[in-house]
């Protein structure tokens, strides 16, 4: 049964207060940006009582400049700033000479504090609170990194080419120069992990093998001579998940362990690009495509292996696990072709009302999900609107020229 969203009537605002819960996010982009802090600092933290809150980041460009059009991108004098419950605790300038970028996708929240990469002509830059840590001579993008204590480790792919490297503070730890990642740095048991495809000669074409590397040590993953493509691969409390297409198989299999299942495609004629979700409670998700020779391709989503919903006319385009319930954001466009968003908590439309006609969503760092609770930063689609966090089902506005970047618990 395919599903389109139905949209409510406004949410009343809300001052958004001190957040007890961490955030969790699991992501579908693979260059997501995703960060964290290993667990012995996250002991440490709940051990001494620490409160928790939620942090924002955004940019803010001058009264009046359209950045939406962005005419003046790499010109124009903006702020990126760090919020802490409500508050702004930091703001530093755009500007080549302070190595930051207004890009998204170039800065990061890690336990508390405001994270940056930046490419030069020569290399590239890491900062925390806008003090260099490190750099090195090669240009790149992050689409991972973790802290742990005064060590940052990285996952950076080059600005042009294939390949990836694997850093510690700068210096390589393990390097690629074909092939690239399949999901960003992550932790398990204390041990730092990721996953990555590699281009292999196959019958007179290429695949890609999957590798997993778990602190520095690669093996591969999905060895089986029938085995056509592995789509994802997830590590959690020393189980090895994954999802793959065999020969002769239309639909996916997702790998548990020593176990085999198969998602319920019903009628379609195969499946595509599915991914596991998985975080220690009592359901494993797994999203992808249903596809149809007559009617195109359905973002669908299974529960235990079984068949849950798809969307015929709409693009999901991030999914969050918290606990048992899998939380989701939906991306349609409305009658004038202008995007909007529909954000779907524990399996319920939450009710953002008119602010689903002014605002969209710029990516999976953009929210998060744990104990019940979301947070969403929504992102205006037109000059006039302000930016704005939902808070479950209540939104507060912001009266600063420019956007929210990303939102997360610490």
Same mark, same amino acid.
């Given at each position: ?108 929240? &890690?336990?508390?504090?405001?994270? /940056?990469? %930046?490419? *030069?002509?020569?290399?590239?830059? $890491? !900062?925390?609170?806008? +003090? ?100 994802? &691969?997830?590590?959690?409390?020393? /189980?090895? %998940?994954? *999802?793959?297409?065999?020969?002769? $198989? !239309?639909?996916?299999? +997702? ?156």
């Amino acid at each position: 049964m395919c599903g389109t969203a139905a949209f409510v009537r406004p949410a009343a605002s809300l001052v958004l207060a001190v957040a007890a819960a961490s955030c969790g996010t699991v992501e579908l982009e693979r260059t997501s940006g995703a960060a964290g802090v290993l667990p012995a600092d996250t002991l440490q933290q709940e051990a001494a009582g620490k409160e928790k809150y939620l942090y924002v980041t955004g940019i803010e460009y001058p009264d009046g400049y359209d950045w939406h059009s962005d005419s003046g991108y790499g010109h124009v004098a903006c702020t990126l700033f760090l919020m802490k419950g409500g508050e702004r605790i930091l703001e530093l300038p755009v500007e080549d000479e302070s190595f930051i970028s207004s890009d998204h996708d170039m800065h990061r929240c &890690v336990g508390g504090h405001l994270y /940056t990469d %930046y490419s *030069t002509d020569a290399g590239t830059v $890491i !900062s925390k609170d806008g +003090v260099e840590m490190f750099r090195y001579p090669d240009r790149e993008m992050i689409c991972g990194m973790m802290v742990d204590g005064d060590d940052i480790y990285t996952l950076g792919v080059p600005r042009t080419g294939d390949g990836w490297t694997y850093r510690k503070n700068g210096m390589i730890l393990m390097v690629k120069a074909s092939g690239h990642p399949m999901t960003d740095l992550r932790e398990d048991r204390g041990k730092l992990w990721f996953a990555y495809a590699e281009p292999i000669g196959y019958d007179g074409g290429v695949r890609y093998r999957c590798y997993l590397a778990v602190d520095g040590t690669a093996s591969p993953v999905g060895v089986a001579e029938d085995m056509e493509a592995v789509d994802d &691969v997830l590590l959690y409390d020393g /189980t090895l %998940y994954y *999802t793959a297409r065999a020969e002769g $198989i !239309s639909g996916h299999l +997702v790998y548990v362990g020593g176990n085999i299942h198969e998602v319920d495609k019903g009628i379609a004629d195969e499946t595509l690009d599915c991914r596991v979700y998985y975080d220690g409670g009592s359901c494993i998700y797994v999203s992808g495509k249903k596809c149809f020779d007559s009617s195109g391709r359905y973002d669908t989503l299974w529960k235990n292996f079984k068949y849950m919903f798809s969307y015929a006319d709409n693009r999901v385009a991030a999914y969050y696990i918290d606990g048992d319930f899998i939380n989701y954001i939906l991306l349609t466009q409305d009658s004038s072709g202008r995007d909007r968003m529909a954000v779907f908590r524990n399996d319920i439309l939450v009710g953002m009302g008119d602010y689903e006609y002014d605002h969209t969503f710029l990516g999976s760092q953009c929210s998060c999900s744990e104990d019940g609770h979301m947070y969403v930063a929504l992102h205006p689609v037109q000059p006039g609107v302000r930016p704005a966090i939902l808070l479950d089902d209540e939104v507060k506005e912001y009266d600063f020229n420019g956007y929210f970047t990303s939102v997360s618990v610490w």
